[in-house]
């Protein structure tokens, strides 16, 4: 079907053309992108394929990204600064707020635009606006309801154990995820989740080291704190100690600080 679709715009030969996929990430069938690499093989020059999706698709953009064939749109790129925050909360959602409240959702979002809207929702109608902010955060109900249902929920049982067994670090790397799961291969597991979008954001350009979405690990260590109340001493003592053993005391007593032995005289 690929190759006659592709036989048939060569022969028409007329101005441009766009094939735009919707929510590319739910393909998983391996025919399917199969047929999507042939087609990007022998794609016609006046056909343009556009793939709207949450993960990186199978395909290898590090060629056409150096051929000059692939035009990215990121996270990063559709991240709202203060200007278009506030343009966006008082003419979209039509809100006004003083300038400092809108920094201070555009820095708690870290310009999530779907976190923007959450709070701008929960901001209709109040009074209070400084108590809000103050308050808002990862356990804020539209913000947990909308992260647990359309992040966590949808992760593999072995992905959704490693971000509830990794929130308690502010910053990941493959090591010490290693140690504080049990596991190995969280530095795969890093990797994979930073190509999925799935609110990890990397520190470094060796992508050595990672740090989750702000509001993301506030949504977690909420779940971790209701489902397995009793595994935050043994995570935090595993993260104390791999920090001790890396010559990192300050990060070693944090977490010894979080949960400390109790001794009875």
């Known amino acids: 079907m690929l190759a006659v679709l592709t036989n048939d715009l060569v022969e028409r030969g007329e101005g441009d053309a766009a094939l735009v996929l919707d929510d590319y990430h739910v393909i998983s069938a391996e025919p399917i992108q199969r047929g999507m690499a042939f087609l990007l093989e022998h794609l ?36 709202f600064g203060t200007a278009e925050a506030s343009v966006f909360l008082q003419t979209v959602m039509e809100l006004e707020l003083p300038a400092e409240a809108i920094t201070t959702l555009q820095n708690r979002t870290e310009g999530w635009i779907a976190g923007l809207q959450l709070a701008a929702l929960s901001l209709q109608g109040r009074a209070d606006v400084a108590r809000f902010l103050a308050a808002f955060s990862g356990s804020h109900r539209y913000v947990l309801d909308y992260l647990s249902d359309e992040v966590l929920a949808r992760q593999p049982e072995p992905v959704q154990q490693f971000l ?50 702000h509001l993301f690990a506030q949504v977690l260590r909420s779940h971790l704190q209701q489902t397995e109340p009793m595994s935050l001493p ?32």
Do not use: K
Request: charged share 20%; hydrophobic share 45%; net charge negative.
């Open 164 to 213: 509830l067994h990794t929130c308690i670090l502010e910053r990941l790397s493959g090591p010490l995820c290693d140690a504080v799961t049990g596991q190995e291969g969280s530095q795969a597991t890093l990797e994979a989740l930073y190509r999925a979008n799935l609110f990890v954001v990397a520190m470094d350009d060796e992508r050595g080291w990672y740090r989750y979405h």
């Open 44 to 79: 016609p020059p006046q056909l343009h394929l556009v793939l709207a999706t949450r993960a990186d698709p199978p395909f290898s953009l590090a060629r056409l990204r150096a051929q000059g064939q692939l035009c990215e749109v990121r996270a990063a790129d559709l991240r």
């Open 234 to 265: 043994v995570l935090h003592r595993r993260a104390s100690a791999w920090y001790e053993g890396h010559n990192l005391p300050a990060e070693a007593v944090q977490h010894a600080l979080v949960v400390p032995d109790v001794i009875s005289w």
